[in-house]
């Protein structure tokens, strides 16, 4: 399955703990990547700086679902469910 054109679900739902270039530290869940072109592109896509977990993070139906909207709650709830519980 190819990326939905102008979807950009996956570099904004999720958090990104590793590095990205512009984002040292990585990012939170529900921030837009600094490398998410304006045409919901990366910009880094087959890059040495782009981080393991965006490229082991494949297009697929379940997850992408028939629109942004429905990518976005799918990976929303997925980074809810596998959240680590916060220290008390």
Request: glycine content about 10%; aromatic content about 2%; some cysteine.
């Amino acid at each position: 399955m190819d990326c939905r054109p102008d979807c950009g679900a996956c570099c904004t739902a999720p958090s990104i703990s590793s590095p990205i270039p512009g984002m040292p530290h990585g990012k939170p869940a529900g921030v837009r990547c600094v490398q998410l072109s304006d045409d919901q592109r990366c910009r880094i896509f087959g890059q040495p700086g782009r981080p393991a977990c965006c490229a082991g993070l494949a297009p697929s139906a379940e997850m992408c679902g028939s629109s942004r909207g429905e990518a976005l709650r799918w990976l929303t709830q997925l980074e809810a469910a596998t959240a680590p519980e916060p220290i008390r």
